[in-house]
């Protein structure tokens, strides 16, 4: 999830292309699967402000939290031209407004070149400390394919600006929360039920930094519950103590 003050709280949503296999014409946040090459032992040379243990311990995992924010990045990267990254000798943020960039991210994305190759060449350090943790939803048992989904957070740098790759992804557009569950609601734009419920917490917060500030708090994860209507219900809002926390695969730590 990428947020910014525009001037007031909004999240970068990308539409999906509706030929693409899974999920298609939905909106989305930038993401995708980790993949192998976002090996923790690989990328810690790369990474600052966060080491694979306390990564791990943030997520509640042994070992190889790392992969999942380098995944993160990498994914911001790739779909939405977005690189949160610093250079190595002046540790300013990445300018990609020149346009080998555009090169770099279309070889990753087409698999020519792997993402480590570009920051060795280009000299960067990922500021894996700028992503935080927030979510994990898992979908329900029954269809033959089921996902289990991390969500990250993470402000967007200042001087970078959004675009879709016009391939997987179509269109990129800044939404403010409240609108965004308007448009689903009238079905103006589709989207999938952990995406919702994740707009649905980011509703709850004013500006960035509330939001920046809660992330960085890393509270304790709390279960989605489902109440006797069948609603899914979040932390903080109507009859959520009294609903059972049994049914729903879904845990939140994104809370005002």
Excluded: C
């Excluded at 779909?79 to 990609?96: K, N, P, S």
């Excluded at 993402?115 to 500021?127: H, P, V």
């Amino acid at each position: 999830m990428l947020v910014d003050d525009r001037p007031d709280l909004q999240v970068l949503m990308l539409e999906r292309h509706a030929d693409v296999v899974f999920g298609g014409g939905m909106w989305v946040f930038p993401g995708g699967r980790v993949d192998d090459t976002d090996d923790p032992q690989d990328f810690q040379r790369f990474a600052i402000h966060r080491d694979d243990a306390e990564a791990s311990a943030l997520m509640n995992l042994p070992r190889g939290g790392l992969s999942y924010y380098i995944a993160a990045i990498r994914e911001a990267f790739e779909e939405a031209g977005i690189l949160l990254a610093v250079d190595q000798q002046t540790g300013a943020t990445v300018d990609l407004s020149d346009g080998r960039f555009d090169q770099h991210r279309d070889d990753v994305n087409d698999s020519n070149r792997a993402f480590i190759e570009i920051m060795e060449e280009e000299n960067l350090l990922l500021d894996v400390g700028q992503m935080h943790y927030i979510a994990r939803w898992i979908t329900p048992e029954g269809p033959p394919r089921r996902y289990d989904t991390r969500f990250f957070i993470t402000r967007i740098p200042d001087n970078q600006v959004p675009r879709q790759d016009d391939g997987e992804l179509v269109r990129a557009r800044w939404l403010r929360p409240d609108d965004i569950l308007r448009m689903s609601d009238t079905e103006e734009i589709v989207m999938m039920t952990p995406t919702i419920r994740m707009v649905r917490q980011l509703a709850k917060f004013s500006s960035t930094d509330d939001v920046i500030a809660s992330a960085e708090q890393n509270l304790p994860d709390e279960r989605a519950r489902v109440n006797e209507n069948r609603e899914i219900l979040l932390p903080g809002e109507p009859g959520y103590p009294q609903a059972d926390e049994t049914i729903e695969n879904g845990w939140v730590r994104l809370r005002p």
